[in-house]
């Protein structure tokens, strides 16, 4: 989707921004916004004051109340197409990936001994089911590979044109429904209903059904009520001291002073903000199920990576076979194969193509296996009375000292030198005696190490978790350039992390792409899965990264920023607006009757009523002139907060008075050759 970047105003979605407008203009939405729903209130009571004005006053009189209130008109249409602008261009991307979701036809399995099929349409797939795809067959539900491999065009979600390998066991065995197989054959157990594919979610998100208002913008909704109540106070109370000056205002003055004061630009942009924000996030391949997780994104103080897959480019591979001293090689290598059969992650299979296809042509007798999990660290088989084991080197050495063996130097000595050289060791036993070592190697993903440099300038502290020893993590740390790392970690361990770092006021991030992760994802502030990852992962994140780039958060984080920045500047435009608007309205108001004002008319406008037009004009205009700045964002910088506080106050606060005082001028020049 990267390469499917539409304009900012595209035909088709301006329309649709453009009809939206008019839609919006219902009280029961506008009521949600309460700056704008103020504006919606005094439109219409202008436009009453504007049909009683054509029987009771002056031509010249309703002609200036009509005009007031389509220019108020404009400003509410202009502020609900700033918001529309931003949900259409999230619906024509919700529209492209509707496209991708069709009616599939699916082989389901009906006998999984057989492997029979029966050909069902994907809607008719229930969670549980199993089917299965061969080269060119689009994939029709989400699921998990349980057994084989296959090449998986998956360019209709990510835009990316180069196919990826999905296989059984590991972290890259889910697949999504709408991509296609290209090559081999896979069998698929369906994960979701009906109408909750991860593709539906995504659908859903992009249009902004699920979104919410993110803390800090409801906050700064309730300061802007908060302003818009001042000035409601300050609007009504002007009129009494009016009369006792004898210079009394027209309602469509007051009105106009009340709109021009109120921070109606922030108001008008501040959906449309949150909504881009979302949108970005999406341009750059990251579907976000909040505008939330955007916003809490530029907060973030920790980022947990995982290690494998995450900082080195993935799978381990075994280089080498280590035996332990009395025992050969030939023993070892029959030993560690057997060991490996079941293994189907990627490391066990690189163990069986390292030991040759001789090694596995003796089978184990009547074998059961022992599958690898997290709190065993260590997988293997019985076969034979052998009990044969492999594994992490604390957890072999704690198995062998259990059973009363000692666990050999010559072993330790080869473990310590592979993990010393960044490399994990995996250490072999038999009947809790140890056979050897196998060596895996892990290479750092190139460029890493400057990536996480520019996360450190952001402030961002970032920690490697691994379930490598802590001499292999160590290795591995300094050579990414890491802050900190999780050595033999579990998932618990993970998630005692996140709790104490948020324990400290730090907001954390989490990257992951296996089941293991998927509590420390749902306890992270912002948790971003892997689209390659499990189907656990993905439901736990609240960011799903379909570049499965995991310096994407490098991106996500300047998004959040951006976002930020953007509702910063033009919050404090906004208010800095109404320092010029107060110069051009009130001394042209009572400049007749108190001629102490004069003094402040710095601006010189034609007449009291132009000076009104010109600020409500103004006003409105520049609702549009800032939706490009509200959709791209401000551009982001890495400095610190004080030095963007006086970077906004310079260029957003500064702007904020002379442009007004600039385009009410100019306005004010082309209304007094018509007035």
């Given at each position: ?266 108001g008008g942009l501040l959906s449309a903000i949150g909504i881009a924000g979302m949108d970005r996030a999406l341009r ?392």
């Amino acid at each position: 989707m990267r390469n499917k970047r539409q304009p900012l105003l595209s035909g088709p979605v301006a329309v649709q921004a453009l009809r939206q407008s008019f839609l919006k203009m219902n009280p029961l939405y506008m009521i949600k916004n309460p700056v704008m729903f103020v504006v919606e209130l005094c439109t219409v009571v202008m436009l009453i004051v504007s049909i009683s004005s054509v029987v009771t006053a002056p031509r010249a009189e309703s002609g200036y109340n009509l005009l007031v209130f389509l220019v108020l008109l404009l400003t509410l249409l202009f502020a609900n197409f700033a918001e529309a602008l931003a949900e259409a261009r999230g619906k024509a991307q919700a529209d492209s990936l509707r496209r991708t979701r069709e009616e599939t036809p699916a082989r389901r399995v009906t006998d999984p001994a057989t492997e029979a099929t029966e050909t069902v349409s994907s809607s008719q797939l229930a969670q549980g089911d199993l089917f299965i795809c061969e080269a060119g067959d689009i994939i029709p539900a989400d699921g998990e590979i349980v057994s084989g491999l296959a090449t998986v065009d998956e360019s209709a979600i990510t835009g990316e044109s180069a196919p990826v390998i999905r296989e059984a066991g590991g972290d890259k065995s889910s697949v999504t429904g709408g991509t296609r197989v290209l090559s081999d054959r896979i069998k698929v157990l369906v994960t979701t209903r009906p109408g909750e594919s991860f593709l539906d979610k995504m659908i859903a998100l992009v249009e902004g059904a699920s979104r919410r208002k993110t803390p800090n913008e409801i906050a700064l909704s309730i300061l802007l009520a908060g302003f818009t109540l001042v000035f409601v106070i300050v609007t009504v109370t002007l009129q009494p001291f009016a009369v006792f000056a004898g210079a009394p205002v027209s309602v469509a003055a007051l009105i106009s002073l009340f709109v021009c004061l109120i921070p109606t630009t922030i108001g008008g942009l501040l959906s449309a903000i949150g909504i881009a924000g979302m949108d970005r996030a999406l341009r750059a391949n990251v579907i976000s199920k909040s505008g939330r997780a955007v916003e809490t994104a530029g907060d973030i103080d920790v980022l947990l990576l995982d290690k494998t897959g995450t900082i080195t480019i993935g799978n381990r591979r075994a280089t080498r076979f280590y035996p332990a001293a009395g025992t050969s090689e030939a023993d070892f290598t029959q030993a560690v194969v057997w060991a490996s059969l079941a293994d189907e992650t990627p490391e066990g299979r690189s163990i069986l193509e390292l030991a040759g296809p001789e090694a596995r042509l003796q089978k184990p007798e009547s074998p059961e296996y022992i599958r690898f999990t997290a709190e065993t660290r260590c997988s293997g088989v019985d076969t034979g009375g052998m009990r044969i084991r492999k594994g992490a080197s604390d957890a072999i050495r704690r198995l062998v000292e259990n059973a009363g063996n000692v666990f050999p130097e010559d072993v330790q000595e080869r473990v310590d030198l592979i993990s010393a050289d960044g490399g994990t060791p995996l250490v072999l036993c038999r009947n809790e005696a140890v056979l050897g070592v196998v060596e895996l190697q892990d290479v750092i993903k190139p460029g890493i190490r400057e990536r996480f440099e520019r996360l450190r300038k952001m402030g961002v502290k970032t920690v490697m978790v691994t379930g490598d020893n802590p001499l292999t993590a160590r290795y591995i740390a300094g050579k990414a350039g890491v802050d900190d790392y999780i050595a033999e970690a579990r998932p618990e361990d993970k998630m005692n992390y996140i709790r104490n770092e948020q324990a400290a006021g730090r907001l954390v991030a989490m990257m992951g792409d296996g089941t293991n992760d998927a509590p420390a994802l749902a306890q992270a502030d912002v948790g971003v899965a892997m689209n390659n990852g499990t189907q656990a992962a993905r439901e736990a994140g609240n960011m799903v990264d379909l570049d499965n780039d995991p310096t994407k958060l490098i991106e996500i984080v300047e998004i959040g920023k951006q976002l930020l920045m953007t509702r910063g500047t033009l919050t404090t435009f906004s208010i800095a607006n109404d320092v010029a608007k107060y110069f051009a309205i009130i001394p042209a108001l009572f400049i007749g009757s108190v001629p102490a004002l004069q003094g402040l008319n710095i601006m010189r406008l034609h007449s009291p009523e132009s000076a009104v037009l010109s600020a409500v004009i103004f006003n409105a205009l520049i609702i549009p002139a800032l939706i490009p700045l509200a959709l791209k964002g401000v551009a982001y910088k890495p400095l610190g907060a004080s030095a963007l506080l006086r970077r906004n106050l310079f260029i957003y606060g500064l702007g904020g008075i002379l442009v007004p005082f600039l385009g009410i001028k100019l306005i004010d020049l082309l209304i007094s050759l018509f007035l």
